[in-house]
């Protein structure tokens, strides 16, 4: 007879990618703990019919009780989601000692200084559990591939975006040259999606509609935002262009050679806007390149941990 595994509650990241970009480390403790997830009240969608958790709970504001717990690991790091978890009366509190919040963990760790999200996330697991995890799939069920592109070009900060204007011209040789295209957003990008766009075919699902979605791509190109990595959790091929931040933090698992990225001096620097008005890393990557890059990603085997 199996024995029951104990519940352990979990801070999720508050962004798409981040939750992603955790799956190998939820994975690697479900093996040995009932994980109760806290997290962004959309977190229940994005993982909807996984079975690497037992329940999920939203979490709104650090005044938010949680479920007391015998064990609790922090994927966020501020100071915040640490006094939550203090004051939710979590006794054993993991997480790395950002912040100032060191007085407030019970098993602080120092911080890792700057390596992938995936082992970030993963180390935690590893220093509860001993073990670490690799996978970062998400199960769905099975698809057709039969669009060839899709585009996604929003983020969820200025600076990383790519001009909506160098996506159209993308979209348009890709159609020419004979591939389906098909734009994707959220429904709150819907007018930067249209002007992205122009007169190809685009798309707003709610967030529970797009694994599926993207798994019908052959290629997913984007910025450096949440759907990439949700592309790449469903295993279809990415194409991603990187501007002020670092790909060597935040690339998507298992395909972190689909990037360009032209590193200027001033970065990866990380801001929500650019300072210059030149906005050299993103204006330095040009459509013939993306799309020479794309018909290779297409025609190559995929590849995926």
Same mark, same amino acid.
Request: hydrophobic residues 40%.
């Given at each position: 007879?199996?024995? #029951?595994?104990? $519940?352990?509650?979990?801070?999720?990241?508050?962004?798409?990618?981040?939750?992603?970009? /955790?799956?190998?480390?939820?994975?690697?403790? !479900?093996?040995?703990?009932?994980?109760?997830?806290?997290?962004?009240?959309?977190?229940?969608?994005?993982?909807?019919? =996984?079975?690497?958790?037992?329940?999920?709970?939203?979490?709104?504001?650090?005044?938010?009780?949680?479920?007391?717990?015998?064990?609790? %690991?922090?994927?966020?790091?501020?100071?915040?989601?640490?006094?939550?978890?203090?004051?939710?009366?979590?006794?054993?509190?993991?997480?790395?000692?950002?912040?100032? *919040?060191?007085?407030?963990?019970?098993?602080?760790?120092?911080?890792?200084?700057?390596?992938?999200?995936?082992?970030?996330?993963?180390?935690?697991?590893?220093?509860?559990?001993?073990?670490?995890?690799?996978?970062?799939?998400?199960?769905?069920? $099975?698809? =057709?591939?039969?669009?060839?592109?899709?585009?996604?070009?929003?983020?969820?900060?200025?600076?990383?975006?790519?001009?909506?204007? *160098?996506?159209?011209?993308?979209?348009?040789?890709?159609? $020419?040259?004979?591939?389906?295209?098909?734009?994707?957003? /959220?429904?709150?990008?819907?007018?930067?999606?249209?002007?992205?766009?122009?007169?190809?075919?685009? !798309?707003?699902?709610?967030?529970? #509609?797009?694994?599926?979605?993207?798994?019908?791509?052959?290629?997913?190109?984007?910025?450096?935002?949440?759907?990439?990595?949700?592309?790449?959790?469903?295993?279809?091929?990415?194409?991603? %262009?990187?501007?002020?931040?670092?790909?060597?933090?935040?690339?998507?698992?298992?395909? #972190?050679?689909?990037?360009?990225?032209?590193?200027?001096?001033?970065?990866?620097?990380?801001?929500?806007?650019?300072?210059?008005?030149?906005?050299?890393?993103?204006?330095?990557?040009?459509?013939?390149?993306?799309?020479?890059?794309?018909?290779?990603?297409?025609?190559?085997?995929?590849?995926?941990?």
């Amino acid at each position: 007879m199996e024995r #029951e595994r104990k $519940e352990i509650i979990i801070r999720m990241p508050n962004w798409i990618g981040d939750c992603i970009m /955790a799956i190998p480390a939820l994975k690697a403790l !479900s093996k040995q703990y009932s994980l109760t997830l806290a997290g962004k009240p959309w977190l229940a969608e994005l993982f909807r019919g =996984q079975t690497f958790f037992n329940r999920i709970i939203p979490f709104r504001s650090f005044l938010s009780k949680l479920p007391s717990a015998e064990v609790g %690991i922090l994927f966020t790091n501020s100071f915040s989601s640490a006094f939550n978890f203090f004051i939710s009366g979590v006794k054993k509190r993991i997480g790395y000692s950002t912040d100032l *919040r060191k007085p407030l963990l019970t098993d602080p760790l120092k911080p890792p200084g700057k390596i992938h999200q995936v082992l970030q996330y993963n180390r935690l697991a590893e220093y509860l559990i001993g073990k670490f995890n690799e996978d970062i799939s998400l199960k769905i069920e $099975e698809v =057709q591939k039969d669009i060839d592109f899709i585009i996604i070009p929003g983020a969820s900060k200025q600076a990383k975006r790519w001009r909506e204007r *160098r996506f159209r011209l993308l979209g348009e040789k890709l159609r $020419e040259k004979g591939f389906t295209v098909l734009y994707v957003g /959220a429904k709150f990008e819907e007018e930067l999606i249209k002007r992205a766009a122009g007169n190809i075919p685009f !798309s707003t699902p709610q967030l529970g #509609e797009l694994p599926q979605l993207l798994a019908r791509a052959k290629v997913v190109i984007g910025n450096d935002t949440g759907p990439i990595h949700l592309a790449a959790a469903v295993k279809t091929k990415v194409l991603v %262009i990187f501007g002020p931040t670092d790909p060597s933090l935040t690339a998507p698992w298992g395909q #972190e050679n689909s990037i360009i990225y032209k590193k200027p001096e001033c970065g990866p620097c990380h801001k929500s806007r650019c300072s210059s008005s030149k906005h050299i890393c993103m204006n330095s990557i040009k459509v013939e390149e993306v799309f020479e890059r794309a018909v290779n990603i297409l025609k190559r085997k995929p590849q995926h941990r």
